[in-house]
């Protein structure tokens, strides 16, 4: 009953984006954050057409420039993986919205179909993100005749199809028995890491099983066959080498590695369905019992110590975090996926030597500015600080009766958030020491900046949720999804410091270590002296008890 599925999707879709509650104010932060990102737009359009023209200009002589589809259907598929994968332990388990479905007439793929509407959502702008620019710049080069532009754009809406099932499957089917525990808080946690470790035990076993001498032989048997490089990466998912072949081989070859994608993609749905029928609700069922301690006064007293109010606030603000799955997911376990993928990535490459050599290829000035910018890249993404106020929902009157000052209770949102960032800190900072091997005085210079940096992008990120903050959800997942304030983070966090940190690039009498980290720092002083300054007239005219 396609009816009812479709009725379920479109009420899906009220749900996440209604504009009830939302304010005009808001539409104005989007204007802004669309303008800032539309120059990088043409940056971004612009360096992937370059790499795609570099690439075909050396492959397509020998006859392998089919691998630079092949390499983008697989880098996508994975990505595409990933994000499936949080979104699904997110919309189809943890949503509190799910018990309202449940009594009505309904199959469990009836369910399933409107769950996977807001999370297709996203992979099909991830999708339109890296894969319509690069196929549109190599098809300009490989004179792609009218027909294949028309594959193109159909296996464009099939790409996320088999990565989504993949990863519902194989979450379905564990969530199956995780819930036996009948832990609702524990199974969500576990799920969040699990998704985590998972990833970074697939990319540790291949790179464990890479034989360099074998892969070498089998390189250069494969560059002497026609797309021979396309067969050897794509063998071990398919469906890339047929999205492939349909948009490069032309005539009845294409034709059939294009039926041959359609096929995949029907079975891929067919799966889901039947994987639906057979496990979600069995998974669903009990996930909101939770096993309560009976916990005696005499232990209570035992616990109980004067301490600071900050201190006091930071610990009740951490244990909620990590307490909660929802929040505990969003962020701590996503904001450490970039640090552990390039830990694991560095750790596990055997030639982590010619890339700190790389590094060392670049001035003091320059390696600074490198590792400077792409730490921040990775606070600037952390949901902490842009969930500050959000995550108190409709509690947060009650903090306007506490006898403690309002700048403490912020300042303690924002040590919060800093302190959460350190764990992504500690990461890089093993990293740079232990694999990259960077010379003392360059590392703690960065350790200065990027610990003002944390500090900076927690007060940002508080600054923007106090400005629209959520408070009005029922489900925790209200306070991460159908908002862009996590774009709005990265814009006003991450860009106005890049631009900075290319400035200072591109400035030849900024030679030295040492001027360049005084410039970097005295920028990070000032920036957030005005984010302080901005955050204190927001207290003075008491726009916090304004809150609704």
Wanted: hydrophobic content about 55%; glycine content about 4%; aromatic content about 14%.
């Amino acid at each position: 009953m396609m009816n009812k599925s479709l009725l379920v999707v479109r009420t899906m879709l009220k749900m996440h984006f209604s504009k009830a509650g939302k304010s005009n104010s808001q539409m104005v932060l989007f204007i802004i954050a669309g303008l800032f990102l539309f120059p990088f737009l043409f940056v971004y359009l612009n360096a992937l057409n370059n790499l795609v023209s570099s690439l075909f200009e050396i492959l397509d002589p020998v006859g392998q420039s089919s691998i630079i589809l092949g390499m983008l259907f697989l880098i996508l598929s994975v990505l595409l993986f990933i994000i499936s994968c949080v979104t699904i332990i997110s919309a189809f388990y943890f949503a509190e919205d799910i018990e309202s479905f449940i009594p009505f007439p309904l199959q469990p793929y009836h369910i399933l179909f409107g769950k996977a509407a807001v999370p297709f959502l996203y992979l099909y702008a991830t999708t339109a993100a890296l894969f319509l620019p690069v196929y549109f710049s190599f098809s300009s080069l490989h004179h792609t005749s009218i027909l294949e532009y028309v594959y193109g754009l159909v296996i464009f809406l099939l790409l996320p199809l088999i990565p989504f099932t993949i990863a519902a499957v194989i979450i379905m089917f564990l969530m199956r028995f995780v819930n036996i525990a009948k832990n609702k808080d524990r199974s969500k946690v576990l799920a969040g890491i699990f998704v985590l470790s998972l990833i970074i035990i697939v990319n540790v076993v291949l790179r464990l099983n890479t034989d360099q001498e074998s892969m070498l032989e089998n390189l250069a048997y494969f560059i002497q066959e026609q797309d021979g490089l396309l067969h050897m990466i794509t063998q071990f998912y398919p469906p890339a080498l047929f999205g492939t072949k349909a948009l490069t081989a032309g005539g009845w070859g294409g034709l059939l590695n294009f039926l041959l994608i359609i096929i995949s993609s029907i079975i891929s749905i067919l799966l889901f369905i039947w994987f639906g029928q057979r496990f979600y609700l069995k998974g669903v069922l009990g996930i909101n019992i939770s096993n309560k301690k009976n916990i005696s006064s005499e232990k209570v007293f035992r616990r109980i110590r004067k301490r600071a109010v900050w201190v006091t606030y930071i610990q009740k603000e951490l244990r909620i975090i990590f307490r909660t799955p929802t929040f505990f997911i969003q962020c701590v376990i996503q904001s450490l996926f970039g640090p552990v993928f390039l830990f694991i990535i560095l750790l596990m490459d055997t030639n982590s030597v010619s890339l700190s050599g790389a590094l060392q290829m670049f001035s003091d000035k320059h390696s600074l500015l490198i590792i400077f910018a792409a730490t921040l890249f990775i606070l600037s993404a952390n949901a902490t600080g842009i969930s500050s106020l959000s995550r108190e929902g409709k509690n947060w009157h009650t903090n306007l009766f506490l006898p403690f000052e309002t700048k403490l209770f912020f300042l303690s949102k924002i040590a919060t958030a800093s302190i959460i960032n350190l764990v992504s800190v500690l990461l890089v900072g093993i990293l740079l020491i232990v694999i990259l091997k960077i010379e003392l005085v360059l590392f703690f210079f960065w350790l200065i900046l990027i610990l003002i940096a944390s500090w900076f992008t927690s007060l940002m990120g508080t600054y923007l949720d106090f400005s629209q903050p959520k408070l009005n959800w029922s489900d925790e997942q209200e306070v991460f999804k159908a908002r862009l304030i996590g774009l709005l983070a990265l814009l006003y966090e991450f860009v106005p410091l890049g631009i900075l940190v290319l400035f200072i690039w591109n400035l030849d009498f900024i030679s030295g270590l040492i001027p360049t980290f005084i410039l970097l720092f005295i920028s990070l002083i000032i920036y957030s002296a005005i984010i302080h300054y901005l955050l204190h007239k927001k207290i003075a005219n008491r726009d916090h008890q304004k809150l609704i």
